[in-house]
């Protein structure tokens, strides 16, 4: 039996807090093996970081491969906007037996490359509890622990009730499932090559180029619509929407710009698709960094940026203002802010503060719009005396500029930061509890409070108590003054008439692709 299913409509007013932002599951099944296409080719932004669930930065292509080559246990699905979840082909029964008890039973049968045996309920019980130790152990803070009942079967054990523990939580994010022996031999982490993987394709990479997925012999379970998937890396949209039009991919993302041409003329045998808000996007500043530690500084910055003029200017006003960092549509959404844009009251505070001549740095994905959004606010910060410095960066540098481990925190300034989420507000919040500080709250800052709201939002059930919790968490944030929420943007892709295109907020892509 299928439950949490809900719309998004329904969001603010169910205790049953579900739904998806991103189509978490292997690539839709061929009807029979004649039905099969050969290939799709899609464009993907980046290249790979990290494809070991634990430490990946996530989103696409991060997760994409995962979904491909690694199982999972539940599926999202999504019909007339209504989210649920279904088993996955590996699982014969999956059932909530109370509020903290999730039972399942997987299909015998699916086996490990390399020579490594079945995929059992060891390899369940190893990977989440494993998941729990890792850069991504806020996504599994519910699960206590897995039960192994038998080689096939488990119970999922929470530490307490977690309305959406299915729905996003087994659904989407880091829930791949890796095989227990064969990461025992690789000292249990790796980066770009799984050391086993179970399903419909096995992986090849091309670095700066392509990402690969090919047939894998040895799968048992039923086809994938595509025989074949390639993913080609351009990292700038402009280039991928050239690539578009002239039939070099079938789907890719485009700017809002490129959606202001295309919505009422796309190209020929084509179809704009256009995905809800579930995206973020703010100016963070290091609240550690000897120039921003003043948080009278950084108050003045909240004052003196206008997000209205950068929507407007950057994205031809097709993004909704931001005032935190969950999105439209989910309990806690934030209406207003405490700040507004007021740059005699910057300059006073910089008076008071005694701070003239300011020179920042801030740092910025290198994409055209994400660009010309860092020079709106460069031009906006000059204006009250303060030079800044845009430094734009290629995905792989920037993802890893706020990790102690790999980037230079210390020396981080600002920053234009956007993500998207999964349909709950735990998801979007957990990236700033003090244990994150180091690895993805960038920021730097550390409140008890904001802890401990932390962990009240995953227990509480009741929407309108969970509504309070969210927006005080968000008020929190703002109050360090680290933050200057911009927009919520539109995910809008084009894609060829033929192709069945399952995309959702987030943005991820050739995971969930059929053809009509």
Known sequence: MVKDKLSRRMFLASSAMVGGSTLCGLPLFAKDASAQAAKLTVRTGRDIGNLDPGYMVGGA???EIQYAVLPVLLELTISEGVYGWKPSVYVEKFEQRDPTHYEFTLKPGFTWTNGYGEFTADDVKYSYERIKTTDWSGSFKALD???VTGKYSGTLVLSQPFAPFTVPGLTCG???????AAMLTVGEKFTTEFPATCGPYLFEWTP????????????KGPKPAFAEVDALIISEPSAAELAFEAGAVAVTRITASTYARYK????ANSEVHVADALTSMWLGMNTEHPKLSDIRVRKAIQHTVDAEQIIQGAYGGAAEKSNGVIPPGLIGHRKETKYSYDPEKARALLAEAGVNGLELELKTLNEQERVLAAQIIQSQLGAVGITVKVIPLDEGPFWEMGDDKKGDPKNLQMWLMWWGTYPDPQQATQWFTSDQVGRWNWERWKSDEYDALYKQGMAE???QKRESIYLRMQEIMEDTGAYVWIDHELEVFVHRKNIKLNVVPDGMLFRSFGTD
């Open 61 to 63: 292509p991060d997760n």
């Open 145 to 147: 622990h897995v039960e």
């Open 174 to 180: 880091p829930v791949a499932i890796l095989c227990k």
């Open 208 to 219: 700066k180029q392509k990402l690969s997925l090919r047939p894998n012999p040895e799968w």
């Open 264 to 267: 009422d003329n796309p190209p």
């Open 461 to 463: 059930s009741d929407p």
